[in-house]
């Protein structure tokens, strides 16, 4: 097996040995009560994670799974979608496939939301749900989830859906204490576990909405999950071996403490953006593409210089035994991300720089 700390993609993450031999565990009946006891010990590291006293909803699926569910018990009508980048733009293609009619809010690829802007757009009260993407990953954007939630709750009813996939665990996501509606998340990027799993919590105001929404489905039904939650149980099967996998995190992110996570992760980020500035002083013309103060704690996205493609700097960077990740979507030759996050610490992060500092002054 190769050495852990030479995998930067922004997800999926690099995940620890002894987290993927836990799925080699026996599998138990998902309706027992082994099941019970092991969900039971699990929910409350969610809720720690997540910042939460609500229960944590489970699924066996990508966290593109609860970003319909999301939509589909918290929005009555009419939506609001927050666009900067590629997945917050799935957002707003899954409002619609939804049949909810749905508007982007779309500002250039790299930049924040501004909440003056948003308050601006909710005024007229034609929206019913916002949705937001808080860490988005196609840009390494941190668009200031604290402050959109204060602006969506004084539009008047409206609500907000988080899309926390590469930012929960990673950066600073206070579901309660922000009021987040609903928060959800995947297990393949900072929580450092195989794909396969994806989390959400839903406030109470939210399930009041969806007992009437006659057409918010079956298998993301919140008022399922909820049920099932609170018997310490899930709705549908689950992907037992996963959830040991999920067990033995959760150890593992409560040994080391959520404030120190958080910090490591921080400093993972600043990291990387004084590499950048390093560069800059070389000589080398890259950029981040996120403005200071709106930078994900989790990805980097950089923009590279003309006479680089990410693809390029990519395979090169393989060459070398490392693995990071091109830009993604239309920025796809123009940048590159890597994904700082997951159980990744500064030192190993030093020696990916280390790598790609060879490649980008060649």
């Keep these: 097996m190769a050495d852990f700390g030479r995998f930067f993609l922004p997800g999926p993450t690099e995940v620890r040995a002894d ?21 039971a010990r699990i929910q409350p590291g969610l809720q720690r994670l997540f910042c939460t006293s609500r229960p944590v909803y489970i699924a066996a699926s990508s966290a593109t799974g609860f970003m319909e569910g999301a939509l589909r018990n918290g929005a009555r009508r009419r939506v609001l979608s927050l666009v900067n980048g590629a997945f917050s733009d799935r957002f707003h293609k899954i409002a619609l496939a939804c049949g909810l009619e749905a508007d982007a809010l779309t500002v250039e690829w790299g930049a924040p939301h501004d ?3 948003v308050a601006d757009a909710l005024a007229g009260g034609r929206y019913d749900a916002v949705t937001v993407v808080h860490s988005e990953t196609s840009t390494g954007v ?5 402050e959109l939630a204060e602006t969506v709750h004084a539009s008047g009813d409206a609500v907000l859906l988080v899309d926390s996939v590469t930012g929960l665990g990673g950066a600073p996501c206070d579901t309660d204490a922000w009021g ?3 928060v959800l998340t995947g297990s393949q990027k900072a929580m450092a576990l195989p794909p396969g799993l994806a989390f959400a919590v839903a406030q109470p105001n939210i399930l009041e909405r969806a007992a009437t929404i006659p057409g918010r489905g079956v298998y993301f039904d919140f008022l399922e999950f909820e049920k099932y939650a609170l018997q310490h149980q899930t709705p549908n099967t689950p992907a037992v071996s996963l959830l040991h996998a999920l067990e033995a995190q959760i150890a593992r992110m409560d040994a080391e403490t959520l404030p120190v996570r958080l910090a490591r992760h921080e400093a993972m980020a600043r990291r990387t953006w004084g590499w950048v500035e390093e560069m800059q002083a ?3 013309p890259m950029c981040i593409l996120a403005p200071e103060g709106y930078r994900s704690w989790t990805v980097t996205t950089i923009a590279l210089p003309t006479h680089l493609t990410g693809s390029a700097v990519n395979a090169a960077m393989k060459s070398l035994g490392f693995t990071i990740s091109a830009g993604y979507g239309k920025l796809k030759d123009t940048t590159i991300r890597i994904g700082h996050m997951g159980d990744h610490t500064v030192e190993e992060l030093d020696v990916l720089l280390d790598a790609l500092t060879t490649v980008v002054t060649r």
């Design 180 to 182: 987040l509606d609903v």
């Design 115 to 117: 909440p003056a802007q």
């Design 19 to 39: 987290v993927l031999a836990a799925q080699c565990r026996p599998m138990i009946g998902h309706r027992g009560k082994g099941m019970e006891e092991l969900l």
């Design 282 to 284: 070389r000589g080398t």
């Design 142 to 146: 941190l668009n200031p989830i604290r």
